[in-house]
């Protein structure tokens, strides 16, 4: 009898809860000043999202490391956008969230280099941490994620200071194949506010396909012991037409429209991630999930879906919205993905099973890809909280 050991989702009341669109990683015109001639001004960024999509939640996460300002301020609050400094802070219009229907998150994209070329980028909540990146000389995103825990500077450190940050890893195919997943296992010692990565940027038009592999690989690898959470996100920075606009976001389960509830979605993996790539397809809305310990039976509730896999250790293990889970042989962890017949898909966060090593079967970049014997990933998790 295989034993569940962990669900993401325990927890949640979805008698009360709803699915709500969030895009957490984008940029204005204030970072890039006039090298894009197609980035627009803040206000314009949450007007097409408002728009062209259902979003109700949305973080500017322009770059702690700006062409338009040193040290940069963060594109917040919304309130006071005429303030700001950027190319055509001429017309920047401050913007109401009651008033748009939107609910707004303090947000930063950290690095070390006006290029991107220099750390491992990587996005955080719920603080203004990164005003003075450039200034604290950090090195790798290791450092960055311990300044971000003592980190008590800043304008807004009283405005979220209930809050822990959030951090996660932004597009880690521009850095690394899945093969060189063995770096990133200090990454998710560093802290619980380390949540996870993005598997989805761009949907899979962007960097590197094999993200979401990574995320199975250290999954595999670091699970049941160890959630890492998978995001999708735009990730916009031009707005001409067809440009990664609107082809990933992240369904949060929220159980009203504050930030507080946006904050315990992350921090708990109380979401769903999704693209829909190409532009134009339709990426499935998972509902609620059920989790029936007495049957050993998980469901999945979904809207616009044709299929759902069950994968666990990077392969497929069965279809369908149930996973029997009691009649399996399932280690480590498994997850569901809703597919839609136009190419979008969404998947649950992993659920935790009993730890075996696997030998995996795939192939990335022509190299073999290497296991890392459990005993060695639960001593490196030995630290965690």
Known sequence: MVELLSNPYEGVDWSSISVHRANLHGHSDRQHGERFESAIPPQEHIEEYKRQTDTTVLAITDRAFSDIQDPPEPTYPWGDFESMDGPNSESYENVSPEEVGLIPVLGRENQNDSEGNGIHHVITLFTDYGSSLDASNATSELEVFEEL????????????????????????????????????????????????????????????????KLWDVLLSNLMPDRPIYALGVDDGHCWEEGNDFDMAHVQLLLSDCSAEAVHRSLQNGWFHAARHDPVGAIAPTINFVDVDRDEQVITVNADDYETIEWISNGDVIHHGRSLPYGKMEIYNYARAVAKSGTGGETTTQAFGFPSKDIEWTFQLSRKPLRTLPKRAAKAILSRFP
């Open 149 to 212: 825990q003592e980190w008590e500077d800043g304008r807004f450190v009283d405005t979220w200071k209930e809050y822990d940050p959030i951090a996660w890893l932004a597009h880690p195919g521009r850095y690394h194949n899945a093969n060189e997943w063995e770096s990133y296992l200090d990454h998710f010692n560093a802290g619980s506010h380390v949540i996870g990565l993005e598997i989805w940027n761009q949907g899979l038009s962007r960097y590197d396909r094999n993200d979401e």
